[in-house]
């Protein structure tokens, strides 16, 4: 098995301490950064190193960088701590074992765009994990790692942690910042993109926990070592979160590349109660619903592969689901989410979540037709495409590839009479 | 008056935003507001309003918004079960079901001493641990995950104890 990169303290007791993550070279990258390296070398290496963004779209981080409007000051990054989506669980657990390495992932970040304040945005669930960040960067302050002129330079860095509130919408990064902004978390219009317009209208890098946390690594040991993991374009290791009906449920650092058969089986340790396995979400509850036939289990789980079984990587987040489940509840589930957490900037999100709820539910409670089947299939493909952030588009995975492929539950429970009653 | 009570609070959230930027500051001075009885007063809404500079409406809006504040009181200890579909396929529905009859109540209400309130939530990034609850008090928020429905009644029991009058 590959070495872990982010999930280290599993191997190595107390990493949360700091004074053991410096035994372990901690900080050096950052050291190396600030005291060997320009600030554009830093971006340059990690756009080398393929290192694409953790948090479910995938973007070349390096290449986010570079967008940073060089002329407009100043620049600021938001580590995007919001992990709320169904299904993940990944940077939580970086955040409480491994907290050092994704904050220097933050500081590495902003000196290669010259940030001197740096915010980790953090959903008001994780209280107590900002409690013990802030503490941590107290710790960092009293050590010199961060603050004024660091390591005898001219570069000074301060690092906030900013709690949500409770909305998923907050993740999505320009609603994030119009959070810290003290507004209501409802996405922006795009263009402008954070990099030209972000907190306070400054030139901004918002970036995953995850994604960041690989950033020292690729610092200390280069961009080459960084591309020998994963695949061509999909590079390096990924947080894997398996949750649903399978016997080790958990979080499993593996290069990206690895089968959904490796993941599920060899790790998760299969499925209970001699079940079988009949459909995987890639996304959290934000995937449409794979067939888990045999080809499905033999894709590899990377940005270039999923795609081929007709869903998305996304933040890696595989709900896996047995035979014992019906498909319109999965889709009762998702929906109930989404309705609840639409912001209601958009109407098509905000009516069409309604809406699909709604139907769902008759549908579920056997007093439906196959006509609301179709008509909840119309709704969803309404909203596509019609609203200013992924979240309608969303909400719609599950429900449009549900009844394509999964048409035979539905069938199930609908009847003629039921429509007349 | 939180601007009193809280003033050195008040001061170093407010000095982790640029000085012309302190509408940043309101999401924390809210949590800060809800401290003590588990909810924002109108009173503390004003006064969140004056030292930010911005009017009551707009903290009323944020408080709307974000579903960790909020404006009426409830139980002391909220007990918030996540039911969405991770934690659901490990039997989270089962399981708030049942707490909530132990307890004689509905989801989403509250026990008639008034102590806890039993609310279903969406997912608290905990979905290999269901099921699991997050209790959010006045001593801010704490996760109990691997639950059964006896392990969650004794932390319900404990909680009733600490909070009763000595």
């Known amino acids: 098995m590959t070495e872990y990169i982010l999930l280290r303290h599993r191997n190595i007791p107390d990493l949360n301490h700091l004074d053991v993550y410096r035994q372990k070279g901690g900080f050096d990258a950052f050291r190396k950064a600030i005291t060997n390296m320009t600030p554009d070398e830093v971006t340059q290496e990690v756009k080398a190193s393929g290192l694409r963004g953790r948090g479910g779209a995938g973007f070349p981080t390096g290449l986010k960088w570079t967008f940073i409007d060089p002329n407009n000051w100043p620049h600021y990054v938001v580590a995007n701590a919001d992990e709320s989506e169904p299904g993940t669980f990944k940077d939580r657990e970086i955040m409480e074992g491994n907290p050092f390495q994704f904050l220097e992932g933050v500081a590495i970040a902003a000196y290669a765009i010259q940030a001197k304040e740096a915010y980790i945005y953090l959903r008001g669930e994780f209280w107590q994990i900002a409690a013990t960040l802030d503490q941590q960067i107290a710790e960092l302050e009293a050590e010199g790692l961060l603050g004024d002129n660091l390591f005898e330079t001219d570069y000074s860095l301060r690092i906030f942690t900013h709690l949500g509130a409770g909305a998923y919408i907050c993740g999505e990064e320009t609603a994030l910042l119009e959070s810290m902004e003290g507004k209501l978390g409802q996405p922006r219009l795009r263009p402008p993109f954070p990099p030209a317009y972000g907190l306070y209208g400054k030139p901004t890098v918002v970036n995953n926990v995850e994604t960041l946390t690989n950033v020292p690594f690729i610092i ?91 869903a998305q990587l996304g933040s890696a987040s595989v709900i896996v689901i047995d035979d014992s489940v019906s498909i319109d509840w999965v889709l009762h589930k998702t929906l109930h989410f989404f309705s609840h957490e639409s912001c209601g900037k958009c109407t098509p999100c905000r009516e069409g979540a309604y809406w699909m709820r709604h139907i769902i539910d008759r549908i579920r409670e056997g007093e439906a037709a196959w006509s609301d089947v179709e008509l909840l299939n119309d ?35 609908v009847s003629e009479i039921g429509a007349e009653e | 008056m939180i601007a009193e009570k809280y003033a050195v609070e008040i001061e170093s959230i407010l000095a982790k935003y640029p000085p012309e930027q302190k509408k940043s500051a309101v999401m924390p001075l809210l949590y800060l507001a809800q401290r003590e009885g588990g909810y924002v007063t109108k009173q503390a809404m004003v006064e969140i309003a004056e030292i930010l500079d911005i009017t009551p409406t707009e903290v009323a809006s944020i408080i709307g918004f974000y579903t960790l504040y909020y404006d009426k009181p409830g139980g002391k200890i909220r007990i918030q079960v996540c039911n969405d579909l991770p934690c659901a396929l490990r039997g989270a529905d089962e399981f708030l079901e049942k707490l909530c009859e132990n307890l004689g109540i509905e989801v989403g209400e509250m026990t008639q001493d008034g102590s806890v309130t039993v609310e279903a939530v969406m997912c608290l990034a905990a979905c290999d641990k269901a099921p699991m609850f997050q209790v959010q008090s006045g001593e801010g928020i704490a996760y109990y995950e691997n639950q059964t429905v006896d392990s969650a009644l004794g932390v319900v029991e404990e909680m009733r104890k600490q909070d009763a009058p000595s």
Not at chain 1, 243 to 260: A, C, D, Q, R
Not at chain 1, 267 to 292: Q, T, V
Not at chain 1, 401 to 406: K, L, P, T, Y
Request: aromatic share 8%.
């Open chain 1, 220 to 310: 200390s040991r280069g961009s080459d070592w960084y591309r020998s993991i994963g695949t061509e374009k999909s590079t390096g290791t990924k947080i894997f979160s398996l949750s649903g009906k399978v016997n080790k449920p958990g979080n499993y650092e593996l290069p990206l590349g690895t089968p959904f058969r490796e993941l599920i089986y060899d790790h998760g340790g299969g499925i209970p109660d001699g079940r079988e396995i009949k459909a995987i979400m890639a996304a959290g509850a934000s995937s449409s619903l794979i067939i888990a036939n045999e080809q499905a289990l033999d894709t590899p789980m990377d940005w270039e592969s999923v795609p081929n079984v007709g």
């Open chain 1, 379 to 413: 709704v969803a493909h309404q909203i596509q495409g019609k609203c200013l952030c992924a979240l309608g588009e969303f909400s719609i995975e599950a429900v449009t590839s549900g009844i394509e492929r999964f048409e035979a539950d539905f069938r199930a429970k």
